[in-house]
């Protein structure tokens, strides 16, 4: 039985929704099984095919050959994956713990990097594809979120590259690139104040705009109208500028006048 794959976060179970309204199985993956549980339930309680729940730490070595191996003890496939899971932290690179950020990147890059290539041959049978969430921070650098921003930079590159070398399989990939969300990120991230708050959107309106680019086969997607004039923008913008406006956290070594 062919499955998409799913994160759990809001904007996770905001695209889970999409998928499912058109008529898609969805399988659930993230480390906190008894949310996911609980929301297998809603969804089973909605009338909709209850989800399988797989609870993995995406961080770990091995966890994406965990799940695969997981998927196919109980006979599904991927026809879709959705690459929702990740985080960031706010501070200076120098400063914040070294483990914690190798850590991002082991999620949002390496892990994200495992599960679009791990599926190829399922997806192209199905004619799916896969969904990075990527963000607007994919299109600068971002002082005092460093490894954060360039996770980002990373998940976007990657997959407008794989969009073309996937595209002859009939696989379609698309990077979706969200300004400010309201979910736990920010909590996770420890982002005080929020200057980009003017750009937010709630999660459904994300997950709706997502949702078509996907099925419409668009390599990236700017959720937006709002977002959208800033990506442009930043691609105009001298990097010195977008540097002292991208900053969110000062830097570790004042500047001599
Ligand atoms: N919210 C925003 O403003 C915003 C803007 C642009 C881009 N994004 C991107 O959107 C994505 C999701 O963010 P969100 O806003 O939905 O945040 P969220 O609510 O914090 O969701 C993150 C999800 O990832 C899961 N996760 C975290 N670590 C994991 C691990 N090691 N293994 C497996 N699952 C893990 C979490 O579940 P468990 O903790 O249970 O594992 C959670 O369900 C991220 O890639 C983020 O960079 C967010």
Request: net charge positive; with cysteine; proline share 5%.
């Amino acid at each position: 039985m062919k499955v998409g794959i799913i994160g759990s976060g809001v904007v996770a179970q905001a695209l889970g929704a999409g998928f499912l309204k058109h008529g898609h199985e969805v399988a659930l993956v993230a480390r906190r099984e008894r949310r996911l549980l609980e929301r297998a339930e809603e969804i089973a309680a909605a009338g909709r095919p209850r989800p399988t729940v797989l609870s993995v730490d995406l961080e770990r070595p091995g966890a994406v050959s965990l799940l695969a191996a997981e998927l196919n003890a109980r006979d599904l496939e991927p026809a879709n994956v959705v690459n929702n899971a990740g985080f960031g932290l706010v501070g200076q690179a120098a400063r914040l713990d070294r483990n914690e950020q190798l850590a991002m990147i082991d999620l949002n890059v390496r892990a994200l990097t495992e599960l679009s290539l791990s599926f190829v041959d399922s997806l192209a049978r199905h004619r799916g594809g896969i969904l990075n969430v990527a963000s607007l921070a994919a299109f600068l650098p971002g002082p005092g979120m460093a490894v954060y921003y360039a996770s980002k930079a990373y998940v976007l590159s990657f997959s407008e590259a794989l969009h073309h070398e996937l595209a002859p399989l009939g696989v379609r990939v698309t990077a979706l690139c969200p300004g400010p969300v309201a979910t736990e990120f920010q909590a996770r991230a420890g982002l005080q104040r929020d200057n980009m708050r003017i750009l937010a959107l709630p999660a459904d309106r994300v997950a709706r705009i997502a949702y078509r680019a996907f099925m419409r086969g668009d390599r990236v997607v700017v959720a937006g109208i709002g977002n959208r004039i800033v990506a442009f923008l930043l691609r105009l913008m001298p990097h010195t500028l977008v540097l002292s406006l991208a900053d969110q956290g000062g830097r570790s070594v004042p500047r001599k006048s």
